[in-house]
C-alpha cells in the first residue's frame, strides 16, 4: 500500500453515506465481473492474431479491479468517461459483452455498428460515454458531463479515467482548474501502470506522487492500490460521496500494473519478462479471491466452475462476433446526423 | 422593418434562445461580466444570471471540450471564441470530439453546440488573429459552417444553429459587428444551408461570403456606373453548401467570380469552383475566377494588410479578366 502524502488534501467522507458492507453474493458478482474482464480480453488477443480485430487494441489484464472497483460504488445513472483501454470499462458498467466483442470485430452488431473499434466503446443506455483515442482528449468531455449533471440538478457524479500518460496534457489541468473552480461532481482517476506505451513515469513526469498536482487546484486527491479491489471501492467511494454531496472535484491516482503491452502492436520491449512475473504475484482477481475463499464465500471448486461460465461467455462472444454480419457499405452515411426537429431537415441526402 | 446592427442582431438571438429553452447556456472569455469582448452578449449576464452566461478561464481545450460533453448529457451550449483565431487552440476536441463522437458511437449520442466568435481580418491585430478558418472547419465531416454577412442572417442563422441537433461552427466578422440593417420583428429563423441572392443581374455572377459580400457590394456600385450589372449570391452556409442557386445563377449568366477572404490553398471558394466547372461546364463562356486573401500570414501594416485582402481594387481587375 503506498504511504499516503500528507500534504495531500483527503476526501472528506460523509459518515451518513458510509460504503455500505457487500452482501457474499455482491462480493461473488465483483470477483465474476473481474473474471469476466479477465476472459474477455485473453479471447480478444486470440481474435486479434487470427486477424479478426483489426487496428489498435490495447489491454486490461492487470487492471481488472480498477474498473469493477470503482464503477461497482456507483449508481447506475452517474457517467463514466475513459480513454481507449476501455474494455473493462465497458464490461464493468454492464455493456453486453456479446455486443463489446462484435465492435472489435466490426460487426453491424457492435456496441458503435462497428463504426468505432476497439478504442470507442459506447453506449448511451448505460451511461457509458466512451471510449476515446485521444490521449486526454477525454477528459474535457467528461468535465462537461459533470457541468451538465450539475447545471440539471441531477446529484449524479462522473468518474473520468486516464493512463499516467494523459496527466501531461494540457486538457488535463485546464479540466482540472474548470472542475475545481466550477466544484464540479467529478473523480479524475489516474490509472498509473507506470508505462505510458514505452516510457516510465519517472521519464515523463515532473513532481511526484501524481496526486500532487491537485495541490495546484486546492482539489482533493486520493491514492489508492489497484489490486486490491477493497481498496479502490472504499477510496473511490470516499471521492464519489465528496462529489454528491458537496459537489467538489476529487484527483485518484489508482496504482495497478497492466501484464501486456501498450496495445497488441507493443513488443513490450522496454520492461523485463521477470518484472511482469514478479508482479503477476499480486493479480488482482488472486488477491479477492484468496479473501472470499478465505472468507469461506468461495471454494477452489466453486471459483472453477465461475471460471467456466464466464470463460464460455467469453467465447459465446467471440462466436457472437463471428457469426454477426458486417455493416453494408451504404451505413458510411449514417449515424453522422442527428435530425433535425426544431429548424428543417438541412441535410436530406449526402452531397459527396 | 427595425434596422440594427449585426451585433445586436446577435444579442437578440442569443437571448430569444436562451429564454425559449433552459438548455441552452452562453459560455466564454468574457461573455458574462465584461459583457463580451465586442458587447455580443450585451446585458445577457443581468437577464439570465451566471448559471447561463458563463465567464470562463482562458482554456479553450478545456472549456470547448466541456461544452460537447456537456451537449452528449443534453444540454444545447453556446460556447463562445473571443476570435475564431482562438479556436485552434481547441482545434482537437472540434474535430475529433464535437464532430466525430456521433459516428464512433454509432449514433448513440448527438452533440447540439454552436461554437460562435469573430472572425476575419482588416483591423490591424496581426497575423495570429485575423484568422478566417471556416474552410479549415468545412473540410471536417460533420460539421456545419456558418458565416453571415448581415444583420437579420446573423440573427436567423444564430437561431437556427442554436435550434440544430447538430454540431455548428458560426462564424461572425469582426468587421461587421457595427454594421446597420433591416432585421424583420418577431420570431425570424433563416434556413441553414440556404443561400441568398443578394442582388440580381445577368452579366455575371459573384459568389461570396461575410466580410467580402460587402466589399463586392462596394466594387458592384462602380461596375453599375459602367453599365455592368452582377448578380451577387452571399452563400451564408458555407457547409452544407447551396449549390443549386449558384448553378440557377452561373447557368444564367455563364460567368463566376467567387470572392472570398479564406487564403487561396483550399479556401471554402476553391470547393465551389470545382463544383462549377463540374456540373455546369457547358453553361460556362469563360473559366471560372476566384479571388481570395493573398496566400501569406496576415501583416499589420493598414496598406499591406488591405493589399492581401481580397479588396476592391483587385474585384475590379478580376472582373475586369473575366468580361474580356
Not at chain 1, 465497458?90 to 456479446?98: F, S, T
Not at chain 2, 446597420?180 to 420570431?187: A, T
Request: glycine share 8%.
Amino acid at each position: 500500500m503506498p504511504a499516503a502524502d500528507p500534504d495531500v488534501k483527503r476526501a472528506k467522507t460523509n459518515s451518513q453515506t458510509r460504503l455500505p458492507d457487500l452482501q457474499p453474493k455482491e462480493k461473488i458478482t465483483l470477483l465474476r465481473q473481474m473474471m469476466l474482464i479477465r476472459r474477455f480480453e485473453e479471447k480478444a488477443k486470440q481474435a486479434f492474431t487470427q486477424a479478426k480485430i483489426k487496428g489498435f487494441c490495447h489491454l486490461y489484464n492487470g487492471q481488472e479491479a480498477v474498473a469493477v472497483g470503482s464503477i461497482s460504488v456507483l449508481n447506475e445513472d452517474d457517467a463514466v468517461i475513459t480513454a481507449y483501454r476501455d474494455h473493462g470499462h465497458a464490461l464493468a458498467r454492464g455493456v453486453d459483452a456479446n455486443a463489446c466483442m462484435a465492435e472489435l470485430f466490426g460487426k453491424i452488431t457492435g456496441t458503435s455498428r462497428g463504426k468505432g473499434g476497439s478504442m470507442h466503446f459506447f453506449d448511451v443506455k448505460k451511461h457509458f460515454y466512451g471510449g476515446h483515442g485521444i490521449v486526454g482528449g477525454q477528459i474535457p468531455l467528461g468535465t462537461g458531463l459533470a457541468f451538465a449533471q450539475k447545471y440539471l440538478d441531477t446529484g449524479r457524479v462522473t468518474l473520468a479515467y486516464m493512463g499516467d500518460g494523459a496527466i501531461n496534457q494540457g486538457a488535463v489541468h485546464e479540466s482540472m482548474n474548470l472542475a475545481a473552480l466550477w466544484k464540479l461532481p467529478i473523480i479524475y482517476i489516474i490509472e498509473n501502470n507506470e508505462y505510458s506505451m514505452g516510457t516510465t513515469i519517472a521519464r515523463s513526469s515532473a513532481g511526484d506522487p501524481l496526486t500532487k498536482r491537485a495541490g495546484a487546484f486546492d482539489m482533493a486527491a486520493i491514492q489508492a492500490n489497484g489490486m486490491d479491489i477493497d481498496d479502490v471501492r472504499a477510496k473511490t467511494f470516499e471521492a464519489v460521496s465528496l462529489a454528491r454531496t458537496e459537489s467538489q472535484p476529487t484527483l485518484m491516482e489508482i496504482k495497478t500494473y497492466r501484464y501486456f503491452g501498450h496495445s497488441m502492436s507493443d513488443p513490450g520491449h522496454y520492461r523485463s519478462k521477470e518484472e511482469i512475473e514478479k508482479r503477476r504475484q499480486s493479480d488482482p482477481i488472486e488477491i479477492y479471491k484468496a479473501r472470499l475463499v478465505a472468507d469461506k464465500i468461495i471454494t477452489a471448486e466453486s471459483y472453477e466452475a465461475l471460471d467456466a461460465e464466464v470463460t464460455a461467455e467469453a467465447q459465446a462472444a467471440y462466436d457472437f462476433a463471428e457469426q454477426s454480419a458486417e455493416p453494408e457499405i451504404e451505413t458510411v452515411f449514417e449515424d453522422i446526423f442527428a435530425p433535425e426537429d426544431q429548424i428543417f431537415e438541412f441535410r436530406p441526402e449526402p452531397r459527396y | 422593418m427595425p434596422t440594427i446592427t449585426y451585433r445586436e442582431a446577435l444579442n437578440q438571438a442569443l437571448s430569444e434562445e436562451m429564454e425559449r429553452d433552459d438548455k441552452v447556456f452562453l459560455m466564454g472569455e468574457e461573455v458574462a461580466e465584461y459583457n463580451g469582448a465586442y458587447k455580443v452578449s450585451q446585458g445577457l449576464l443581468d437577464k439570465f444570471g451566471p448559471k447561463r452566461v458563463i465567464d470562463s478561464p482562458i482554456s479553450e481545450t478545456g472549456f470547448t471540450g466541456l461544452g460537447i460533453g456537456a451537449a452528449m448529457y443534453g444540454l444545447r451550449p453556446v460556447i463562445e471564441f473571443m476570435t475564431w483565431s482562438f479556436s485552434l487552440v481547441a482545434y482537437d476536441q472540434i474535430v475529433n470530439n464535437a464532430a466525430q463522437v456521433r459516428y464512433m458511437s454509432g449514433g448513440q449520442f448527438s452533440v447540439p453546440i454552436v461554437f460562435r466568435g469573430s472572425s476575419g481580418g482588416g483591423l490591424q491585430v496581426g497575423a495570429t488573429h485575423s484568422h478566417t478558418p471556416e474552410n479549415w472547419y468545412a473540410n471536417v465531416p460533420a460539421l456545419t459552417v456558418i458565416t453571415p454577412a448581415f444583420p437579420d442572417d446573423a440573427k436567423g442563422l444564430l437561431k437556427s444553429a442554436i435550434r440544430s441537433n447538430n454540431p455548428v461552427c458560426f462564424l461572425e466578422n469582426e468587421k461587421l459587428y457595427g454594421y446597420k440593417d433591416e432585421v424583420p420583428e418577431g420570431e425570424h429563423l433563416t434556413p441553414i444551408g440556404k443561400a441568398r441572392v443578394v442582388k440580381a443581374g445577368s452579366d455575371f455572377t459573384i459568389v461570396s461570403n461575410s466580410g467580402s459580400v460587402h466589399r463586392a457590394m462596394n466594387a458592384m456600385k462602380k461596375l453599375e456606373e459602367q453599365g455592368i450589372h452582377a448578380e451577387l449570391i452571399d452563400v451564408r452556409t458555407i457547409k452544407p453548401l447551396d449549390f443549386d442557386t449558384i448553378a440557377a445563377s452561373v447557368s444564367k449568366t455563364n460567368r463566376l467570380l467567387i470572392v472570398e477572404e479564406n487564403k487561396p490553398f483550399a479556401g471554402w471558394g476553391a470547393q465551389v469552383a470545382y463544383e462549377v466547372q463540374r456540373e455546369l461546364f457547358d453553361d460556362l463562356d469563360a473559366p471560372v475566377h476566384r479571388l481570395t486573401s493573398l496566400d501569406v500570414p496576415q501583416p499589420y501594416n493598414g496598406r499591406l494588410e488591405q493589399a492581401v485582402l481580397p479588396n476592391e481594387e483587385r474585384i475590379l481587375a478580376a472582373v475586369k479578366e473575366l468580361l474580356a
